[in-house]
């Protein structure tokens, strides 16, 4: 089964026509550019208005006789929606240019050429080893790797999970799977409609997840989930994902890798999208280590965390299940445009996912200048465990509603219990 072009739309880059892929959430075009772009889509049905998100990008555009013409001179992410129907975007997903192409000779390289599609299965990645998939190839298939260290995945092409969305929750393997793996690479590729979690290093150090896009349907569709490593930065992702987009966890995945710490995690410039499950940033629900630290999330837009209706729902969440101290968290230059459910959901708790019998805690959280651009104002929960297990010294700085600049909880619509020293400046 080939992966279908889009019926809705046809574009036009510089005059010449790009392909536009068709999944069953979105219709995207991929491709790459580093200078003045002149981007011309023709529209195939009737719509009123258009909406080009991230807002804070201000694009400019113009339309006659459903021809939209826009203009970009740098790559980006962006998302279209027409008359503010969700279940028809497109994603403009311009990339920048492939530097530093392997060797298709080299026998440590997996090279993927354009314009085919392959069937790999579930393919295990050995130490020194390259993956590159070039624009318009197609890999149907998996990654997996163990103790392998310095192992690549690049290109411009697209990763397809779809394989295995009628198989039972124990056949379907996540994406790509490094464990206990050090200096990991993901770049500019993207990944489709995985049957589980999609980039998932356990008990990894020194990983780099840069520039790729992932547009997920299934529930627990996650995008990338940092489970027991150090030392990760996620820069550049565009994500679509049927549950949440980032997540941080500390979970045993075997008895050789174990629960491992989480430490200096960086997710910096990502374009996010939430639907109907899970959180768009999280720390939780598994948090089964000593501790979880030195955690950044900086310069992101927000543009969908959709409601879901159960524990989650969240755009910025920590939900320490398990034993954890989670500590140390800064969250910063964050645009949010539709946040549905909670803006921020801060728990000690017990849960379904919980192990440990004993609870964690949370301390020196963070939030400086975060701006809620667009949509209503969420509520917002901060709530400990117990007297023993409770949230403590969280500032929140410069929180912004629509240009006006919230200053207590409850103007930010926000409960607050078992907690100390909860701060607004």
């Known amino acids: ?39 011309e889509i023709e529209i195939l049905f009737s719509y009123e208005k258009v909406k080009i998100r991230p807002l804070t990008k201000e694009i400019q555009y113009e339309i006659k006789d459903n021809i939209m013409k826009i203009k970009s001179d740098n790559p980006q992410k962006l998302s279209l929606e027409f008359d503010d129907d969700i279940t028809n975007p497109l994603f403009l997903l311009i990339n920048p240019p492939v530097t530093n192409k392997p060797d298709p000779a080299d026998p440590g390289v997996h090279y993927f050429a354009s314009g085919k599609t392959y069937d790999i299965g579930l393919m295990e990645l050995q130490e020194d080893e390259t993956v590159y998939i070039e624009e318009r190839a197609v890999v149907r298939g998996a990654f997996t790797a163990h103790q392998a260290d310095n192992i690549t995945i690049k290109g411009r ?25 050090s200096n990991v690479t993901v770049e500019g590729v993207t990944w489709i409609n995985g049957p589980s979690w999609h980039v998932v290093p356990i008990a990894c150090e020194n990983v780099l997840i840069e520039n790729i896009n992932i547009i997920s349907v299934v529930m627990t569709g996650d995008g990338i989930d940092v489970v027991g490593s150090e030392d990760v930065k996620i820069n550049n992702c565009f994500m679509r994902t049927n549950d949440d987009c980032i997540a941080l966890k500390a979970v045993s995945y075997d008895d050789q890798a174990g629960c491992k710490n989480v430490r200096d995690v960086k997710v910096t410039n990502c374009v996010l999208w939430n639907a109907s499950c899970g959180n768009a940033l999280e720390i939780g629900y598994e948090t089964r280590a000593e501790v979880i630290e030195n955690i950044i999330f900086e310069d992101c837009d927000i543009i969908r965390c959709e ?52 609870r964690g805690q949370v301390q020196d959280i963070k939030f400086q200048d975060i701006k809620i651009i667009d949509g209503k104002l969420p509520v917002s929960i901060i709530r400990g465990y117990n007297e023993e297990h409770m949230i403590n010294d969280v500032i929140i700085e410069d929180l912004f509603y629509k240009g006006e600049k919230i200053t207590n909880a409850n103007q930010a619509k926000m409960v607050v219990e078992l907690a100390n020293n909860i701060n607004f400046v």
């Open 157 to 181: 092409g697209i990763i397809d999970g779809s394989k295995w969305h009628n198989r039972d929750d124990s056949e379907r393997p996540k994406m790509f799977t490094p464990v206990r793996c």
């Open 1 to 39: 089964m080939d992966i279908k072009p889009s019926e809705k739309f046809r574009i036009y880059i510089n005059g010449q026509e790009v392909f536009v892929y068709q999944c069953e959430v979105a219709s995207y075009a991929l491709f790459s550019a580093s200078n003045d772009l002149e981007i």
């Open 307 to 358: 409601y879901e209706g159960h524990q989650s729902g969240g755009t910025f969440t920590i939900h320490n299940g398990d034993r954890a101290l989670i500590k140390n968290v800064l969250y910063r230059n964050i645009r949010v445009e539709d946040s549905r459910e909670k803006l921020i959901d801060i728990k000690i708790l017990f849960s379904k996912y919980s192990n440990d019998e004993t």
